[in-house]
């Protein structure tokens, strides 16, 4: 803008001189006359210049102020990618407070809230689908993990792979590669759920195990393997399925999370050991009594077959065995099946 101002201004002054440089050439070469004598048009021919002086600089000084098509069009570039920096900054914001400030964790004993509460039969007696298997779209967003609770479980895993490793070599060559955050990230948000602290820790050491014989959590003679992300994912989608078909199967629903696959039992009730995400109890279905809680956390079971293990001591009736350099669990009541 002043660089305009400038070059308007010194427009203006060149053609004065030039005016002025003109006229005097066009003066004849003789003394000047008096005042009286000049000729009667000299001051208005002079007022005429600099009005014309003046009406230049005028225009030019409009054109400065009028904005051409090319400058309104970078102002409004400037103002759409301010907007956008601003909108970033406000989410940014947003996400390192959640990052600095999460939500307190409890130090006295752990309070789960209330389970969400099962459908209830509707009037005519027929049972309703479980909403649970139809969970809201949701954003995947990978969450942080207690520090305590991930060194606790890890400290579990390295007195159960240490045991293995001694004891039940081809048991230990079956535990999967570490997990990825995102990976879980996706699974809750395609289930709805939210993954236990303690059991997204466990899959970011091992993503479940495979192969024949593979080492499980769950207690059986039979054999069990731990489910990996995608697996538990595709568990849960099979059992949600299996009950869009027949509403009143097992004790299944959706807020549930399978992670131990008994191998042997091909799609009867009780084919996978669960947790619950709401109230964070694990339980399984022994073909007994049903699915019903039997430890108070994922961490819990965890601790309870690494001791186990270690002292060759019984967990909820089975104790463990190695045959062939596989971990078997054996029937503490009965011995062997």
């Known amino acids: 803008m002043l660089k305009l101002v400038r070059l308007a201004l010194t427009a203006a002054v060149v053609t004065a001189i030039v005016v002025r440089l003109r006229r005097r050439a066009r003066m004849p ?6 005042p009286s004598e000049r000729q009667p048009g000299g001051r208005a021919g002079m007022g005429a210049a600099w009005a014309g002086i003046a009406l230049i600089v005028a225009v030019t000084l409009a054109a400065a102020l009028v904005p051409t098509e090319a400058q309104e069009a970078s102002s409004a570039r400037a103002r759409t990618h301010q907007a956008e920096q601003d909108a970033l900054t406000a989410a940014l914001l947003v996400s390192e407070n959640d990052a600095q400030f999460p939500a307190p964790l409890a130090t006295g004993p752990a309070v789960t809230p209330p389970p969400t509460p099962l459908p209830t039969p509707a009037p005519t007696g027929r049972p309703v689908p479980d909403l649970g298997c139809a969970p809201e779209p949701r954003p995947v967003r990978v969450r942080p993990i207690d520090p305590k609770v991930r060194r606790a479980v890890d400290r ?15 048991s230990y060559r079956t535990l999967g590669a570490p997990g990825r955050a995102r990976t879980i990230a996706i699974a809750e948000a395609q289930m709805g759920v939210d993954f236990p602290d303690d059991l997204r ?4 050491r091992h993503d479940g195990s495979r192969g024949a014989r593979a080492f499980g959590f769950g207690l059986s003679y039979d054999g069990a393997a731990n489910l990996g992300i ?6 849960w989608r099979a059992e949600c399925s299996r009950n869009r078909t027949d509403p009143a199967h097992g004790d299944w629903n959706g807020r549930m999370i399978p992670f131990v696959l008994f191998a042997e039992r091909h799609g009867e009730d009780g084919v996978y050991a669960v947790v619950d995400s709401a109230a964070g ?5 022994d073909t007994i009594s049903g699915t019903a809680p039997r430890l108070p956390s994922y961490y819990a079971l965890m601790r309870a077959v690494a001791d186990a293990l270690e002292q060759g001591t019984a967990v909820e009736g089975w104790r463990p065995a190695v045959r062939g350099g596989v971990l078997r669990w054996d029937n503490a009541k009965y011995g062997k099946p």
């Open 281 to 285: 109890t694990v339980g399984w279905d």
């Open 201 to 204: 820790a466990s899959l970011l």
């Open 156 to 170: 579990q895993w390295r007195r159960i792979e240490r045991w293995l490793r001694a004891n039940a070599p081809r």
């Open 29 to 34: 070469q003789t003394p000047p006359s008096p």
């Open 230 to 235: 995608r697996r538990i994912r595709d568990a």
